[in-house]
């Protein structure tokens, strides 16, 4: 059986799929490798169309993985990319034959932009933005912020609803303003003050003003990101990154892979997508991030 060709694979987790995909050959007699392949791809695209057909044209029998500039990403010979706004982006196509791994880059170019895409309702960014701005804030109620084992758990913790217009009011009345534009641009603004729950080295449990943020943690304080949006596919989560060190939405300290008191430790944060819904006049945006193994974060919010 030819096995040396997985010394080749760049990318672990492409060995299982190519073993799946691809099967078992005989050894050759003289125990070479086969060619390596020579990756190529086709742009079909309509003028003026915000859709992209993308057709792998490698010289051999290839297992196909797309990467797009926008974050697109897609597996198989053919793939159809859909850009919202005018621009250059880069398509990678990466791809695994018997003789090992070869990848290419080419530029789409999208001459306008999509003037359907804030209507959709399955556009993740005009579920955020609008046509124009959103802006969110927590929702006022109990449990829109909570810990536990699992995303959407709140068995560990959960905010009292008498934080909402008590001593942790400061909190709840900050904005998260998501643009709709090609940069992506996000704006929170804490209005100047933060609720200091003992995590920030105060331990005063009480509203505190930004300047009372010190070292590091002064990147909390309000600010202008951006904010980048995945789709849900193949079974993974739709997601939400804030790009910006300091960029979050509702407790600063929760990051992924910990919890930070003395400031930002990444230059962006991603939060996965729980749900998405137009509630009686007003949007629900649910979001969770992982703090650490095993512990979830999740936060309620709602336009306003």
Request: glycine share 12%.
């Amino acid at each position: 059986m030819k096995t040396q060709f997985l010394s080749r694979l760049i990318p672990a987790s492409l060995g299982l799929a190519l073993l799946a995909g691809i099967g078992c050959t005989p050894e050759k007699n003289d125990g070479e490798l086969g060619s390596l392949p020579k990756a190529d791809f086709e742009i079909i695209q309509a003028t003026g169309s915000n859709k992209v057909k993308l057709v792998n044209k490698t010289n051999m029998p290839s297992m196909a993985y797309w990467t797009l500039s926008n974050g697109q990403k897609f597996s198989g010979d053919t793939a159809t990319a859909s850009f919202t706004f005018a621009g250059t982006y880069k398509a990678t196509l990466l791809v695994a034959a018997h003789g090992g791994l070869d990848s290419i880059s080419k530029n789409i170019t999208i001459t306008q932009n999509d003037p359907t895409a804030c209507q959709d309702p399955n556009n993740v960014q005009a579920f955020l933005a609008g046509c124009t701005q959103k802006k969110w804030r927590l929702m006022p109620s109990g449990y829109a912020e909570m810990v536990g084992p699992n995303p959407g758990d709140g068995s560990w913790w959960g905010n009292p609803a008498g934080d909402v217009t008590g001593q942790g009011a400061c909190e709840w009345n900050d904005d998260y303003l998501f643009s709709f534009d090609a940069p992506g641009t996000y704006k929170f603004d804490n209005k100047g003050d933060f609720y200091d729950d003992g995590y920030m080295g105060l331990s005063n449990f009480t509203c505190e003003p930004n300047a009372n943020l010190t070292g590091a943690q002064a990147l909390w304080g309000s600010g202008t990101f951006s904010y980048t949006v995945t789709p849900a596919s193949n079974g993974s989560r739709a997601k939400l990154t804030l790009n910006g060190r300091g960029a979050h939405v509702a407790m600063a300290k929760v990051q992924n892979g910990g919890e930070f008191t003395s400031g930002p430790v990444n230059n962006s944060l991603t939060y996965d997508i729980l749900s998405m819904t137009h509630e009686s006049g007003y949007d629900k945006l649910v979001l969770t991030v992982q703090a650490g193994s095993g512990v979830w974060w999740t936060y309620t919010l709602r336009t306003f």
